[in-house]
C-alpha cells in the first residue's frame, strides 16, 4: 500500500505560509537538503536557517496543483514577493522527496 504524501506537503506549505518555523522543524528530516537556483544546501538547520531569511520578505505562496508519484510529490505553486513597491511573480516546481517517516528529506525547486 502506498503512502499518502500530499497531506504532509499541504502542511508544508501552510506552515511555509504562515511562517512557522517550529512546524517546519518537525517537518523536516535531519538530513534534508534544498536545491534551488540559489542554494544548495543540507542539514536541517541550515534549511531552517534559510527559511528564517525568506521569512524576512513580504510574500504570498498559492499551491497550484500538487501530484503524488511515490515518496516525492511535485507541486506547481507561485510566489508572489512584494519589496519596495514592486511586486515580483515566481513560478516553481517544487518536488518534495519524503523519508518512510513521513519528514522532508529533499526539497528540489525549479524556476519556471
Keep these: ?3 499518502n504524501f500530499l497531506t504532509n506537503t499541504f502542511l508544508y506549505f501552510k506552515a511555509f505560509q504562515n ?3 517550529n512546524s ?6 535531519s538530513n534534508v537538503t534544498l536545491l534551488d537556483w540559489d542554494n544548495n544546501i543540507s542539514g536541517k538547520q541550515n534549511v531552517l536557517d534559510l ?5 524576512k520578505e513580504i510574500f504570498t505562496l ?3 496543483s500538487s501530484k503524488q508519484v511515490g515518496n ?3 507541486n506547481e505553486i507561485t510566489i508572489k514577493i512584494d519589496i519596495n513597491k514592486y511586486t515580483t511573480v515566481l513560478n516553481i ?3 518534495i522527496t ?7 528529506e529533499n526539497i528540489t525547486a525549479y524556476k519556471r
Design 98 to 104: 519524503f523519508n518512510d517517516q513521513f519528514r522532508i
Design 24 to 29: 517546519l522543524e518537525d517537518m523536516y528530516a
Design 19 to 21: 511562517r512557522d518555523i
Design 62 to 64: 498559492n499551491v497550484i
Design 93 to 95: 516546481l517544487d518536488v
Design 1 to 3: 500500500m502506498s503512502k
Design 51 to 55: 527559511n528564517k531569511e525568506l521569512f
Design 72 to 74: 516525492q510529490t511535485f
